[in-house]
């Protein structure tokens, strides 16, 4: 009875639940809710933030190992940085710097605007920490446990008609020891920031973020959580059309070791040009290139 109460309530936050289903290798897998048929028509980027939010939440997950931004992020001025001194797991978290960077430099406002990006992350911030102190006081069994994460797939497509492919991390306590199933569920609960709307609670409506409990690339006794920003919003390569000059859809690249700098492009517009870089002129964007 209590676990069906708690499905009710996962229900409600939109979580889709799949543990336990049988899953060919690397292959789409049955789920519980029809969330999948909903985000497939609501898949609206809103000039490029809620990918952008969705990019956030794999770079903190692989670089920092956990999503704690109210304790790793800071607002000073109007705008979110990464707190000094957060420990850094991978990368010196040169992705979530360049990515927290956005709010700094956009290449084209109609297709990506930094003000209204930076606008979000700092209600984003409040959000999140109105969330934690509401159940905090009110419903601490939805409380999200000090947890460590590990990218243990994606990008992969999971067949569940969401807005792009899923990375999948594995989600363990601090000493290492697997989440018990409500905890896996709970852990959906830090993903306020990015614009996962749990239980109502006013997060926003990101359908990039569409977090699913999974066992695809799960390790056996373990809980891993999957969320599917947009193809190429994360990695080292974007979605592009055929050709010698292809389109970015954010008219940006996120190229930290400046392999495509002045690589031949097309903007969004059409306009014909190559890919450069602003760290000179916006040092904070470091890590992606521009098609302007």
Known sequence: ????????????????????????????????????????????????????????????????????????????????????????????????KAILGQQDFTADQNVFQNGSYSSDLVSSFGRQTNLLVNYKQ?????????????????????????????????????????????????????????????????????????PTITTNSCPTGRTCLAIDPADGDNGTTTTTTAGSAPVYPQNRLYDPGNLNLNAPCTTTSGKVTKLVSKCTAAPSTCGYLYCM
């Open 138 to 210: 009110n419903t601490p069994q939805y409380l999200p446990p000090a947890h460590k994460l590990t990218l243990v797939g994606g990008p992969k497509d999971l067949g569940v008609g969401a807005c792009g492919p899923h990375y999948i991390f594995q989600v363990d306590h601090l000493d290492g020891t697997p989440l018990s199933w409500w905890e896996g569920m709970t852990i959906a609960n830090t993903l306020c920031y990015f614009g996962f709307n749990a239980l109502g609670q006013g997060c926003g409506s990101n359908p990039f973020i569409a």
């Open 1 to 96: 009875m209590l676990k069906q109460m708690m499905a009710v309530g996962l229900m409600g936050m939109g979580i889709v639940m799949a543990q336990g289903c049988a899953v060919e290798p690397g292959g789409a897998e049955e789920q519980t809710g029809n969330i999948a048929d909903e985000l497939s028509s609501t898949c609206n980027s809103a000039q490029g933030i809620n990918t952008t939010k969705a990019s956030l939440a794999v770079a903190m997950g692989i670089e920092l190992g956990r999503w704690d931004t109210v304790n790793d992020l800071v607002v000073t001025n109007n705008k979110v940085y990464l707190k000094s001194g957060v420990t850094c797991l991978k990368n010196n978290c040169a992705n979530t």
